[in-house]
């Protein structure tokens, strides 16, 4: 049986990515839009408002939450690059998740994402490994690099992902 809390495995990281795993990280990130996209075409918006496990999002929560925690962690990254180890802001997913914009329909936030991860993605593309190095504080994770939040959020772009199959395929 599949774990629906995380279904692709929790995120791991061991260190700073190889030229390999860095491209492959790149490369989820960038194309996530337009798979988000195949992904949601043809389905209901009551199939939307389904949760993908008991006590989780609902479909619809997760493709918004998508938008915010990755434009979000594209701000992070431009702080990060721009000047010397700032310390960004925490923020409560799941009060996020609760405010009326999560309802909307999924496809303003899914053509969203779209700009945003090509954005993000030709950014990253366009770093040397210096840069990836490069540090900002997190209020509760302590000093983070590029490198972790690009593999982080390669791996959560997928997370997400199977939790909406989970949601639209069970």
Same mark, same amino acid.
């Given at each position: 049986?599949?774990?629906?809390?995380?279904?692709?495995?929790?995120?791991? #990281?061991?260190?700073?990515?190889?030229?390999?795993?860095?491209?492959?990280?790149?490369?989820?990130?960038?194309?996530?839009?337009?798979?988000?996209?195949?992904?949601? $075409?043809?389905? *209901?918006?009551?199939?939307?408002?389904?949760? @993908?496990?008991?006590?989780?999002?609902?479909?619809?929560? =997760?493709?918004? !939450?998508?938008?915010? $925690?990755h434009a979000?962690? #594209?701000?992070?990254?431009?702080?990060?690059? /721009?000047?010397?180890?700032?310390?960004?802001?925490? @923020?409560?997913?799941?009060?996020?998740?609760?405010?009326?914009?999560?309802?909307?329909?999924?496809? =303003?936030?899914a053509s969203?994402?779209?700009?945003?991860?090509?954005?993000?993605?030709?950014?990253?593309?366009?770093?040397?490994?210096?840069?990836?190095?490069?540090?900002?504080?997190?209020?509760?994770?302590? $000093?983070? /690099?590029?490198? #972790?939040? /690009?593999?982080? #959020? *390669?791996?959560?772009?997928? !997370?997400?992902?199977?939790?909406?199959?989970? $949601?639209?395929h069970d």
């Amino acid at each position: 049986m599949t774990d629906k809390q995380f279904p692709i495995g929790k995120f791991t #990281y061991t260190g700073l990515l190889d030229e390999h795993a860095r491209l492959h990280a790149i490369e989820l990130i960038s194309t996530l839009g337009s798979r988000l996209s195949e992904l949601l $075409s043809g389905y *209901s918006d009551h199939l939307m408002d389904t949760p @993908y496990r008991p006590n989780g999002w609902t479909a619809r929560q =997760v493709v918004h !939450h998508l938008f915010d $925690s990755h434009a979000t962690a #594209y701000m992070r990254i431009k702080f990060a690059l /721009t000047q010397d180890n700032p310390t960004i802001m925490a @923020y409560n997913q799941d009060d996020w998740a609760a405010l009326a914009d999560s309802k909307m329909p999924v496809h =303003v936030s899914a053509s969203a994402i779209g700009g945003l991860q090509a954005r993000l993605g030709f950014l990253l593309a366009s770093l040397n490994h210096e840069d990836f190095e490069k540090t900002l504080q997190h209020p509760e994770r302590g $000093s983070i /690099t590029i490198d #972790y939040l /690009t593999a982080l #959020y *390669s791996w959560h772009g997928e !997370h997400h992902l199977e939790h909406i199959r989970l $949601s639209l395929h069970d």
